[in-house]
């Protein structure tokens, strides 16, 4: 039954990055360029924004699925993250959408959208296959923390 209202908050944050300019590619393309930087400040305002809203989490005590208290914790560096962050600003900067405003871009009925939402599923999955084949190094690790 959350389905409808899981819809009805991604159409409402779909009309706020639409009233936003966010998903207009010459304001994506100027927050590249450094000539236009309200982007830069929507991001920002976003970031802020979820700060908050995780401090109010863990101060009101509230805990996870699991019952676990709500914690932000840090990550191992891999260079994988570099490498999976320029490639995701390069398809950021050419096709004038992340995944977020790809989606709000097609609400809008921009047809280029589509491309960019192919584009990211077609990618999602093929990393799925690599990363199967390859093998998951971390699986191990978050099967025994689940277990525990």
């Known amino acids: 039954m959350n389905g409808p209202r899981f819809l009805g908050f991604g159409a409402l944050f779909g009309f706020a990055l639409s009233r936003a300019r966010v998903t ?14 309200h982007l830069v400040g929507v991001i920002g305002s976003a970031i802020a924004t979820a700060a908050v809203g995780f401090w109010l989490l863990r101060r009101s005590g509230n805990r996870t699925l699991t019952g676990r208290p709500i914690e932000l914790g840090t990550r191992p560096w891999r260079i994988g993250a570099l490498w999976g962050g320029l490639t995701f600003g390069a398809g950021w900067a050419l096709s004038g959408a992340c995944p977020g405003t790809a989606l709000a871009q097609v609400g809008e009925g921009k047809l280029a959208a589509l491309f960019t939402v192919g584009g990211i599923l077609g990618g999602t999955y093929l990393y799925g296959r690599v990363r199967s084949r390859l093998g998951t190094p971390a699986a191990p690790a978050r099967a025994a923390a689940a277990a525990s």
Not at 26 to 31: E, P, R
């Open 24 to 37: 207009d590619y010459d304001t994506i393309a100027g927050m590249f360029r450094l000539t236009d930087l």
